[in-house]
């Protein structure tokens, strides 16, 4: 049934301005009584009301044609013929939408074609239906539920080729590996071709083209003349930030495909306002232009924080933007997370010596007049004091860790730090480690997964922020030790699911987490701002706390944490030091 909001206008009577088309820039243009132009500025927020404000456009997407014939069943306005076919083409558009978001509340499961030779779990299967009817949207799920696995049969559903999939550098290996394991489509070996190099080159022909996002700039006009029918963005939130090179090629190439799919178990890494840029790539202005979004639902215009998160994240998914489903809603058998603050001991000596030059700079921090010179300094005594602070219990980090080890656990540890990396080795070198950084090849990395999968070693050492898509720990890992602390919550998340996804364990009861604090410096600080994150994160995507053990990371936040750290280390003795002023 149509929507009342989309019955066909009557502007062949009295009008009260005109409507017209501006064709070099998409929008339409409103010019009317001032009633009308205020009325249509609450409408389409982020409107450009022009200089002498008689009249204002705003752009020609497909979800404001609904709004702009709710307005002209109001307000009519008169309208070229050669416009009024253009806004009959969007109010038709305008009808599709609505139908297909009322038909988002009853999909009806997908199963895929033979070409996909997986078995889909049912929400899996309700993920692919979701997928293909909704041609530029964000799969959120959890980590650990197959989003991968959910991606490929939509693709052999779909059978628009050739496909663009999208990855960061570490994950591509995967991709080839899944793709390969359920795919098989006719006279085909393997249906993925990987693009290597900074410079371009002729394309074979194939169903799926792999590329990271670190050679998207240099390939962008290969991939927009190769016409794909799809593309696929794999951890998403790498698109979070707008303004590089990177962003602009995604969205191009996103422009031109009929679907475009985005996979991020968590899109928002630390303000509520990512999401926007991320979405942005896959629906241009699907929230309406950047100033309009933090206009409408954040706490000020040009802020980063959305000011309610939940009313946010239920928009998201009524209008078909996101589906975002829980791995404790969907696998009951699932073992629940248990995470705890550990407080540890550290070694009060190295510390002062560690945070001496970082503390010199905060006593004469507020004598830097130069805002760029004074940005500097903040981030670089952040840096310090972060690594101050992992270097410091680094030993004491690893005697946690290897009574864990002792007691039969199967751990995987994370650091941020190379140097703490090293620290934490040296200490527990009997335990033989391997490790998972951003200094490894892709085959050591695969080899470390192997060892810890075939037990030959009880112990990963991981980078907190180089490991997004890695697969193959679950099966064997039994607990996660956070050596140091990221000011993200999806970082840690993200962290964690290495061993707490879907389909397999270790029939573990509960998933330990432990995160190993120091009662001063850095660590408290990353505690108190890591509050409001979590509630921005969890707002939007329409998490809910689990147990009273997980808002151990929920305190009283701040935005200014780089303030923080300064005022932390003003209180620094001075005598403790040994730097001058």
């Given amino acids: 049934m149509i929507p009342l909001y989309l019955a066909e206008p009557q502007l062949d009577g009295a009008t009260y301005g005109t409507l017209t088309y501006d064709v070099a820039n998409e929008r339409w243009r409103i010019d009317a009584e001032p009633a009308v132009r205020e009325l249509a500025k609450r409408v389409f927020p982020g409107c450009d009301a022009g200089r002498n404000r008689a009249s204002l456009t705003f752009p020609a997407t497909r979800r404001a044609a609904g709004d702009l014939n709710w307005l002209l069943l109001r307000f009519p306005l008169a309208v070229t013929p050669g416009d009024l076919d253009r806004l009959g083409a969007g109010r038709q558009q305008a009808i599709a939408h609505a139908l297909r978001r009322d038909r988002n509340q009853q999909l009806e499961p997908v199963t895929p074609p033979a070409t996909f030779t997986g078995e889909l779990l049912p929400f899996q299967s309700d993920g692919v239906a979701f997928l293909l009817a909704n041609e530029r949207a964000l799969l959120a799920d959890e980590m650990g539920l197959g989003k991968t696995v959910q991606a490929l049969a939509a693709l052999a559903q779909a059978r628009e080729w050739p496909a663009v999939v999208v990855t960061p550098a570490n994950v591509q290996r995967q991709w080839v590996r899944m793709a390969d394991r359920f795919l098989r489509?006719?006279?085909?070996?393997?249906?993925?071709?990987?693009?290597?190099?900074?410079?371009?080159?002729?394309?074979?022909?194939?169903?799926?083209?792999?590329?990271?996002?670190?050679?998207?700039?240099?390939?962008?006009?290969?991939?927009?003349?190769?016409?794909?029918?799809?593309?696929?963005?794999?951890?998403?939130?790498?698109?979070?930030?707008?303004?590089?090179?990177?962003?602009?090629?995604?969205s191009e190439l996103a422009s031109g495909a009929r679907y475009a799919w985005g996979l991020s178990g968590t899109p928002v890494y630390g303000y509520g306002n990512e999401i926007w840029s991320v979405l942005n790539i896959l629906e241009y202005h699907c929230l309406g232009d950047f100033d309009s979004f933090t206009k409408e639902w954040c706490t000020g215009y040009g802020e980063k924080t959305v000011a309610e998160p939940v009313v946010l994240g239920d928009?998201?998914?009524?209008?078909?933007?996101?589906?975002?489903?829980?791995?404790?809603?969907?696998?009951?058998?699932?073992?629940?997370?248990?995470?705890?603050?550990?407080?540890?001991?550290?070694?009060?000596?190295?510390?002062?010596?560690?945070?001496?030059?970082?503390?010199?700079?905060?006593?004469?921090?507020?004598?830097?007049?130069?805002?760029?010179?004074?940005?500097?300094?903040?981030?670089?005594?952040?840096?310090?004091?972060?690594?101050a602070c992992g270097l410091t219990k680094a030993e004491h980090a690893a005697a946690f860790t290897a009574s864990l080890l002792e007691a039969g656990e199967r751990v995987l540890l994370y650091a941020h730090h190379h140097q703490v990396q090293d620290e934490l080795g040296k200490c527990l070198v009997r335990f033989e480690p391997r490790r998972i950084s951003g200094r490894e090849t892709q085959r050591e990395k695969d080899a470390a997964v192997q060892a810890f999968d075939s037990g030959r070693t009880r112990l990963v050492q991981m980078s907190l922020r180089s490991t997004a898509g890695l697969d193959g720990l679950q099966v064997r890992g039994t607990c996660v030790v956070f050596a140091e602390l990221d000011w993200s919550p999806a970082v840690h998340s993200q962290a964690e699911d290495r061993i707490h996804r879907v389909g397999v364990g270790a029939g573990l009861a509960e998933l330990p987490c432990y995160y190993l604090t120091m009662n001063r410096g850095y660590?408290?600080?990353?505690?108190?701002?890591?509050?409001?994150?979590?509630?921005?994160?969890?707002?939007?995507?329409?998490?809910?706390?689990?147990?009273?053990?997980?808002?151990?990371?929920?305190?009283?936040?701040?935005?200014?944490?780089?303030?923080?750290?300064?005022?932390?280390?003003?209180?620094?003795?001075?005598?403790?030091?040994?730097?001058?002023?």
Wanted: hydrophobic content about 45%; charged content about 30%.
């Fill in 185 to 250: 489509l006719p006279g085909l070996g393997s249906p993925c071709h990987m693009l290597h190099g900074l410079k371009a080159a002729a394309l074979p022909v194939a169903p799926i083209y792999l590329i990271h996002y670190g050679l998207l700039a240099a390939w962008r006009q290969a991939l927009v003349d190769l016409g794909a029918k799809v593309v696929i963005f794999d951890e998403a939130q790498e698109l979070r930030h707008t303004g590089t090179y990177k962003y602009s090629a995604a």
């Fill in 315 to 387: 928009y998201l998914r009524r209008e078909g933007l996101m589906l975002r489903r829980r791995k404790s809603a969907v696998q009951s058998q699932l073992p629940p997370k248990r995470r705890a603050i550990v407080a540890i001991d550290h070694d009060a000596d190295l510390y002062a010596k560690l945070i001496a030059e970082a503390a010199a700079i905060a006593r004469r921090y507020e004598s830097i007049h130069d805002w760029q010179k004074r940005g500097e300094a903040a981030r670089e005594m952040a840096q310090e004091s972060r690594r």
């Fill in 523 to 581: 660590d408290s600080i990353v505690l108190e701002a890591l509050g409001l994150k979590v509630g921005q994160a969890l707002g939007i995507l329409g998490d809910e706390w689990e147990t009273e053990d997980e808002r151990l990371l929920q305190k009283q936040a701040t935005e200014r944490h780089l303030t923080k750290v300064v005022e932390m280390l003003r209180r620094e003795p001075v005598a403790a030091h040994g730097v001058s002023e």
